[in-house]
């Protein structure tokens, strides 16, 4: 299945590689039902020196929903890139006809350009002939029905609700309190893996370099309690001795201060992550030990 959706997408774009510098979109079906997934294969060719990123899980698909995306290799040949992705979505309107147009962000000048709009049709499953022959019921008329509503009953059972709840939070507050703390902790390392591994994806970008230094700084700063982000590489391999991170922090330095992004850089990521791990662990187990004494 993915091999038949790189040849759509090929024979999509081809035709512009030399010259195309607007986005293409085009769904894979020309019919579409009602909660049916539908692919749609965008992709773009462009001068490899303009670096683009194109829509996540974040963008708007109205009328359609996404369910997954899937992302292709950038394809270089002689200053021309190809960059392309298939989204996989669904909707549940009833238009007799859906459009679609989908952005591609230049990181350099930060404009983003759209795709010319792409139509679907809507495939019924009940047909005009179907439901010809069927008439609506008259009305019956319109009866009040007088409501009893029992207000001591209702206070009985709202007075035992809170009184039950008193207990449950005499006897399990502190635990239910703990086991929040624990989470939210494992949830903020878990929130900066995500960001720090989706910009990591776009590495190439001097911009993107910065960001994920500052990400990182900011993270471990919250995980051993000291002031990283205002160090200098040097300072940090003072306060955090390790060599592998000290070397993977000047690879950051070279991109940024430098200019000059080596394709040292993803490994320099993943020691800086791993380094970011073992602080979590570290100061995890010492955050359990002071909840529990508490």
Not at 136 to 160: H, M, Q, R, W
Not at 221 to 240: C, D, H, V, Y
Request: charged share 20%.
């Amino acid at each position: 299945m993915k091999l038949l959706f790189r040849f759509l997408l090929l024979m999509l774009i081809l035709p512009g590689l030399g010259y195309g510098q607007k986005p293409k979109g085009r769904f894979l079906s020309d019919t579409l039902e009602v909660g049916r997934n539908i692919k749609f294969a965008l992709s773009l060719t462009h001068n490899s020196k303009h670096p683009v990123t194109f829509p996540d899980s974040t963008h708007n698909y109205k009328p359609f929903e996404l369910i997954e995306i899937e992302y292709f290799p950038t394809q270089t040949l002689g200053g021309v890139s190809l960059d392309s992705a298939v989204y996989t979505l669904v909707s549940f309107s009833t238009d007799s006809i859906l459009s679609l147009s989908l952005p591609v962000n230049y990181l350099k000048t930060g404009k983003n350009q759209f795709s010319d709009k792409e139509f679907v049709r809507l495939h019924s499953a009940i047909s005009q002939k179907t439901i010809s022959g069927y008439q609506p019921e008259a009305s019956t008329g319109f009866f009040e029905v007088p409501i009893d509503f029992n207000y001591p009953k209702i206070l009985y059972f709202l007075g035992l609700l809170i009184a039950i709840s008193a207990v449950i939070w005499l006897i399990f507050g502190k635990f239910f309190i703990r086991t929040y703390k624990i989470w939210r902790y494992k949830n903020k390392h878990r929130g900066f893996l995500s960001i720090y591994k989706r910009l990591g994806r776009n590495i190439e970008n001097q911009k993107i370099v910065s960001e994920v230094l500052l990400v990182w700084k900011k993270h471990m700063a919250w995980l051993i309690r000291k002031p990283i982000e205002s160090m200098s590489t040097k300072e940090i391999s003072e306060t955090i001795p390790n060599d592998r991170l000290t070397e993977a922090l000047k690879e950051f330095d070279l991109a940024i201060y430098g200019g000059k992004i080596s394709s040292h850089l993803s490994i320099a990521m993943i020691i800086m992550q791993d380094a970011a791990t073992e602080a979590f662990k570290s100061g995890f187990k010492s955050y359990k030990t002071k909840l529990k004494s508490s």
